[in-house]
């Protein structure tokens, strides 16, 4: 009896091995199960390369803050963004003619057109006419966006060049109006230079330029451009000599001999050091400035006239490279999520573009914000005087011969040598582009 009932016990024991034993494969193989479902739905995320140049730093962290965002709230897709230092262009051509470009590019519009001739980026004109949001957008800034009849990028932001100043220097110089014509704002950089020591080497300058033949030079310039009714292209053919062109260099070099303007490094006249520490009084630049951050008291006005009222956009855009059909349809949930209210309202109040979301420009947080920044105004009643650079194929080329002949303007050469010499460079070199 006892032998029966230790038998019954060890079949008992060995049963309840052999179920603790199923169980746990059982468990094992749910885990694993689990595992592989995992892997396999982590295997389905595409990732995406964003390649950007957004400056000053403070803006570039608004920009990565929210493209974290955007990876928080999709499963799908995870977007990282690259930081690409100077020279961007060439490290964007390298790898588009390498076949290894980004998903997404965040430049400017200006290089729409050789990145068309490159066959580098994709139309989007038939996704917009689907996208719901399209009503949203200011209908303007789709224009400068096109080429040849087709919509090449969207738009990040949008805003516009004036006049940052300092008040107090302004006080104490004795200055109670603010410049409206090119004649009022030579005199006015003339008692805004001051030389304590009299040794001929101002602690303050009326306004700082921008030394250097890069888009930033060319793009400051442009408001007298067009203020002096100047253009660079006529026909699609560059066009650098005409009397508007000249009379814009003219101004700069004037500024320069008059001893009212200092230049900036070389190639880096976006900088604020000199006017933050009270060294220059005007500096050309946008909302999106680190001014707008600072401590120091400042305010702006427009760009005063001369033949009329004008200044340049400063559009920022995000191109869709051309990769496969599968990574272009998971770029364009990013750039959905650009163009959105969300996206548009906290990118602007962090940095200071102009919303190009109308809604996010009429919601409560942005009007608020606008409240704080009243100079806010200033760009926003320029927009419609602000022109555009062309998008013409070969616009890098003619921005660098631009670029060196403002820079050779500034470092003494007359302006109608300098355009003249970049005008004959151009036309050996326009129709072999």
């Known amino acids: 009896?006892?032998?029966?009932?230790?038998?019954?016990?060890?079949?008992?024991?060995?049963?309840?091995?052999?179920?603790?034993?199923?169980?746990?494969?059982?468990?094992?193989?749910?885990?694993?199960f689990s595992c592989?479902?995992?892997?396999?739905?982590?295997?389905?995320?595409?990732?995406?390369?964003?390649?950007?140049?957004i400056n000053p730093p403070v803006n570039r962290d608004v920009f990565e803050k929210l493209v974290d965002k955007f990876n928080q709230t999709h499963t799908d897709v995870k977007v990282e963004s690259i930081f690409i230092g100077q020279p961007q262009l060439p490290k964007i051509l390298t790898a588009v003619v390498g076949n290894t470009p980004p998903d997404i590019l965040s430049f400017n519009p200006q290089l729409t057109g050789?990145?068309?001739?490159l066959g580098a980026i994709r139309p989007l004109e038939e996704w917009l006419e689907k996208f719901p949001l399209k009503s949203e957008i200011s209908?303007?800034?789709w224009e400068e966006l096109k080429l040849d009849g087709h919509l090449w990028s969207i738009p990040l932001y949008t805003s516009n060049v004036g006049i940052f100043y300092r008040p107090k220097l302004f006080q104490a110089a004795g200055i109670t109006q603010i410049p409206k014509t090119w004649e009022e704002?030579?005199?006015?950089?003339?008692?805004?230079?001051?030389d304590r020591n009299g040794d001929n080497r101002p602690e303050q300058y009326g306004m700082l330029l921008p030394l250097g033949k890069e888009e930033w030079t060319v793009f400051t310039w442009f408001p007298f451009l067009l203020s002096a009714g100047g253009e660079i292209v006529t026909n699609n053919r560059p066009n650098l000599t005409n009397a508007g062109a000249i009379a814009a260099l003219q101004f700069w070099q004037d500024l320069l001999k008059d001893g009212s303007a200092t230049l900036s490094s070389p190639e880096r006249g976006y900088e604020e050091d000199a006017f933050i520490a009270g060294r220059v009084a005007m500096q050309l630049t946008g909302p999106w400035t680190y001014i707008m951050k600072s401590n120091v008291d400042?305010?702006?006005?427009?760009?005063p006239a001369n033949v009329k009222p004008a200044t340049v956009t400063a559009t920022g855009n995000i191109y869709l490279m051309?990769?496969?059909?599968?990574?272009?349809?998971?770029?364009?949930?990013?750039?959905?999520?650009?163009?959105?209210?969300?996206?548009?309202?906290?990118?602007?109040?962090?940095?200071?573009?102009l919303p190009v979301n109308i809604k996010a420009a009429q919601s409560v947080a942005y009007q608020q914000f606008v409240n704080k920044k009243p100079l806010l105004k200033v760009f926003m009643e320029q927009i419609p005087l602000a022109g555009a650079r062309p998008i013409i194929p070969g616009y890098s080329r003619l921005s660098d011969s631009l670029g060196r002949a403002i820079e050779a303007t500034l470092l003494g050469e007359s302006p109608k040598k300098a355009l003249k010499i970049a005008q004959e460079r151009l036309e050996t070199i326009w129709d072999s582009k």
């Open 185 to 194: 704002l030579r005199e006015v950089a003339k008692k805004l230079t001051i």
């Open 298 to 303: 400042f305010n702006v006005f427009p760009i």
């Open 36 to 53: 592989q479902a995992q892997l396999q739905k982590n295997s389905e995320v595409i990732h995406l390369t964003l390649w950007q140049s």
């Open 114 to 117: 050789q990145f068309m001739e």
């Open 1 to 32: 009896m006892r032998s029966q009932r230790k038998i019954g016990i060890r079949n008992n024991r060995s049963i309840w091995k052999f179920s603790f034993l199923g169980i746990v494969l059982s468990l094992c193989s749910i885990f694993l």
């Open 322 to 353: 051309k990769t496969t059909p599968e990574r272009e349809q998971a770029a364009l949930k990013f750039l959905e999520y650009v163009l959105s209210e969300e996206f548009q309202t906290e990118w602007s109040i962090g940095t200071g573009f």
């Open 139 to 141: 209908p303007n800034l």
